[in-house]
């Protein structure tokens, strides 16, 4: 009998498994297979591959001499550049910013910053370029601040929403063991919040790289150079080109803060 028991159990067990990992399949779980995470950099690898092969082909015409591998190597580094500057910047200033907006006198301002962060991610990104180059003239320097200042919004509002996603009852229990209200949030809200986090981060990342595009326009490089000058020309190989390098850049960045992510979620979360 109690064997019959213990089977049955068992079997119990295996039938609530099975739906658990449906039920994750269905809603979406949140850390990537391992599939995605060789399949994603392998195809960015061979795209970018396959245009480097592409731009030392015979059939490029004289117009393309921007395609030389060197001006591609260089233009995609200064890409890079841009949004990561711009992305540290980003997490420098929306963290502090969404924590405050969560703590004392601050939460009474937190809807009002989400409106206005609402707003403005629906702003166009190139209006905000243009505008920024009109305030403080041409160059890299102020073309990041208008990334940073277009990448802040998704992140301060993911920090906020992640750590207003706290059960009440969690903080409560830090605080009656004694812990500090600084100490609550850097051992139990902060580490609660950081799938929310890093997700907003990951976002803010992927939408600067695919506006850093709109470098060329205000004398900042990248790679946007070649879609600026692929229309002066109309060259629509310097379009594809640089289209596509900015599209596996985006996406080789997706993955490594999607890596980040899981490393850095804890685990049970």
């Given at each position: 009998?109690?064997?019959?028991?213990?089977g049955k159990?068992?079997?119990?067990?295996m039938?609530?498994g099975?739906?658990?990992?449906?039920?994750?399949?269905?809603?979406?779980?949140?850390?990537?297979?391992?599939?995605?995470?060789?399949?994603q950099?392998?195809v960015?690898?061979?795209?970018?591959?396959?245009?480097?092969?592409?731009?030392?082909?015979?059939?490029?015409?004289?117009k393309?001499?921007?395609?030389?591998?060197?001006?591609?190597?260089?233009?995609?580094?200064?890409?890079?550049?841009?949004?990561?500057?711009?992305?540290v910047?980003v997490?420098?200033?929306?963290?502090p910013l969404?924590?405050?907006?969560?703590?004392?006198?601050?939460?009474r301002?937190?809807?009002?910053?989400?409106?206005?962060?609402?707003?403005?991610?629906?702003?166009?990104?190139?209006?905000?370029?243009?505008?920024?180059?009109?305030i403080?003239?041409i160059?890299?320097v102020p073309?990041?601040?208008?990334?940073?200042?277009?990448g802040?919004?998704?992140v301060?509002?993911n920090?906020?929403?992640?750590?207003?996603?706290?059960?009440?009852?969690?903080?409560?229990?830090?605080?009656?063991?004694?812990?500090?209200?600084?100490?609550?949030?850097?051992?139990?809200e902060?580490?609660i919040?950081?799938?929310?986090?890093?997700?907003?981060?990951?976002?803010?990342?992927?939408?600067?790289?695919?506006t850093?595009?709109?470098?060329?326009?205000?004398?900042?490089g990248?790679?946007?150079?070649?879609?600026?000058?692929?229309?002066?020309l109309?060259e629509?190989?310097?379009?594809?080109?640089?289209?596509l390098?900015?599209?596996?850049?985006a996406?080789?960045?997706?993955w490594?803060?999607?890596?980040f992510?899981?490393?850095?979620?804890?685990?049970?979360?």
């Amino acid at each position: 009998m109690s064997e019959s028991r213990g089977g049955k159990s068992r079997t119990l067990d295996m039938e609530a498994g099975d739906r658990d990992r449906g039920a994750a399949m269905r809603e979406g779980d949140p850390r990537p297979g391992r599939g995605r995470l060789v399949a994603q950099p392998a195809v960015c690898f061979v795209v970018i591959a396959g245009v480097f092969v592409y731009t030392n082909t015979s059939t490029i015409s004289g117009k393309e001499n921007l395609l030389a591998n060197s001006d591609l190597i260089d233009g995609s580094l200064k890409h890079l550049f841009l949004t990561i500057i711009a992305a540290v910047l980003v997490i420098l200033i929306s963290v502090p910013l969404g924590v405050a907006l969560t703590r004392g006198p601050m939460r009474r301002y937190s809807g009002a910053v989400m409106a206005v962060a609402g707003f403005g991610q629906a702003a166009p990104a190139v209006g905000l370029v243009v505008l920024g180059a009109l305030i403080f003239g041409i160059g890299s320097v102020p073309f990041i601040g208008a990334l940073t200042v277009y990448g802040i919004l998704p992140v301060v509002a993911n920090v906020v929403a992640g750590l207003d996603g706290v059960d009440p009852e969690l903080t409560e229990a830090g605080r009656g063991m004694g812990m500090s209200s600084f100490g609550v949030l850097r051992a139990v809200e902060l580490p609660i919040a950081v799938p929310v986090m890093l997700t907003g981060v990951r976002t803010a990342l992927v939408l600067m790289c695919g506006t850093a595009a709109f470098g060329g326009l205000v004398g900042a490089g990248g790679l946007g150079t070649y879609l600026t000058t692929g229309i002066k020309l109309g060259e629509n190989s310097l379009l594809v080109v640089g289209a596509l390098m900015i599209a596996m850049l985006a996406l080789l960045l997706d993955w490594v803060a999607r890596v980040f992510e899981v490393v850095f979620t804890p685990k049970g979360l």
